[in-house]
C-alpha cells in the first residue's frame, strides 16, 4: 500500500499485517481473515459487507461483520469507508471511525473525528474537527451561514 514510501524515515514504522500490543490487534490492509487471532480490541483497515461505502454505496464485498465480532471480546475498530457508522453486535461495537477531516465531496456535510479509547472503562471520547477545512453545499443564501470567512 502507498503507506510503505513513510518506511524510508526512521521515525515512522508502518504495520503491515498484525501487529499485537497487549489485548489489542492491530490488522494492516489486506490481512486475512484465518490471520487475526482472538483479541479484546481489534483495530484494521477492513472492507465490512453492509457497511455505508459512500454517500451512494453499500459494501458488498468484504469480511462478515459477524466473523470480525466473533475474533473480539469488546470491539473492533476500522478504518477504510470515510463515514461515521457504529453498529453493536452481541454489546459488542464495531466502529467506522471514518475519516479524520473532509476528503472530497462525498465527505461533504459530515462531521469528522478523532477518537480517545479509554480501555478500562471502554468509553469513547469523539473529539470534533473543527479546524480542517470543510465541503459544504451551498444551496441558497441560508446557507452562506455555513461558510467561514478567511482573513
Not at 498484525?18 to 490481512?31: E, H, N, R, S
Request: aromatic letters at 14%; hydrophobic letters at 35%.
Amino acid at each position: 500500500n502507498w503507506l510503505t514510501n513513510f518506511n524510508k524515515h526512521s521515525n515512522i514504522d508502518v504495520h503491515e499485517g498484525i501487529t499485537i500490543k497487549g489485548d489489542m490487534v492491530f490488522a494492516g490492509w489486506g490481512t486475512a481473515l484465518e490471520n487475526i487471532p482472538n483479541c479484546k480490541y481489534l483495530f484494521g483497515h477492513f472492507d465490512i459487507i453492509g457497511y455505508i461505502l459512500n454517500k451512494n454505496k453499500l459494501s458488498t464485498h468484504g469480511f462478515r461483520a459477524d466473523d470480525l465480532r466473533n475474533k473480539v471480546e469488546k470491539m473492533v475498530w476500522s478504518g477504510h469507508y470515510h463515514l461515521v457508522q457504529t453498529k453493536k453486535y452481541s454489546n459488542k461495537p464495531l466502529i467506522y471511525a471514518g475519516s479524520a477531516f473532509q476528503l472530497d465531496w462525498n465527505d461533504a456535510n459530515d462531521t469528522k473525528y478523532a477518537y480517545i479509547l479509554d480501555v478500562s472503562d471502554n468509553s469513547i471520547q469523539k473529539i470534533e474537527n473543527n479546524i480542517s477545512p470543510r465541503f459544504n453545499y451551498i444551496y441558497s443564501e441560508q446557507d452562506l451561514s455555513k461558510v467561514k470567512e478567511i482573513l
